[in-house]
């Protein structure tokens, strides 16, 4: 498995989500991992990215909120979501950043995902 998403459930508006990713070494190793969604009926959009020296770039809808962070040694990147709305709602997936323009920024393995809903 090359990318493997996770922590994914259903939880109220304000309320908080740990999304974690376990790449492959070859995935991870010299790259800057980002985060990545895709609502229904929405193209995939970049939610966070984080490179090899943990400099951060996030997506205005979730700054202030969302924090990407990265384990070199375990070859995993997470995200921490707090103060999660009803538009946060999408599958989630981890990938390497390659700066190519959607819907698929140039990748063409994507793992499953996580799905995350934000409902009362």
């Known amino acids: 498995v090359q990318l493997q998403a996770s922590g994914g459930g259903l939880v109220q508006p304000g309320g908080s989500l740990r999304l974690s990713c376990v790449a492959s070494?070859?995935?991870?190793?010299?790259?800057?991992m980002t985060w990545y969604r895709q609502a229904p009926d929405k193209q995939r959009e970049l939610v966070a990215v984080?490179?090899?020296?943990?400099?951060?770039q996030y997506a205005d809808s979730v700054k202030g909120r969302f924090t990407i962070s990265r384990n070199n040694a375990r070859s995993a990147v997470y995200l921490q979501m707090n103060s999660l709305k009803p538009e946060d709602t999408a599958v989630y997936y981890c990938?390497?950043?390659?700066?190519?323009?959607?819907?698929?920024?140039?990748?063409?393995?994507w793992g499953k995902g996580t799905q995350v809903t934000v409902s009362s």
């Open positions: 990938n390497a950043f390659t700066g190519a323009p959607p819907p698929d920024y140039g990748l063409d393995d």
């Open positions: 984080i490179t090899s020296t943990q400099d951060t």
């Open positions: 070494r070859r995935i991870f190793a010299t790259n800057a």
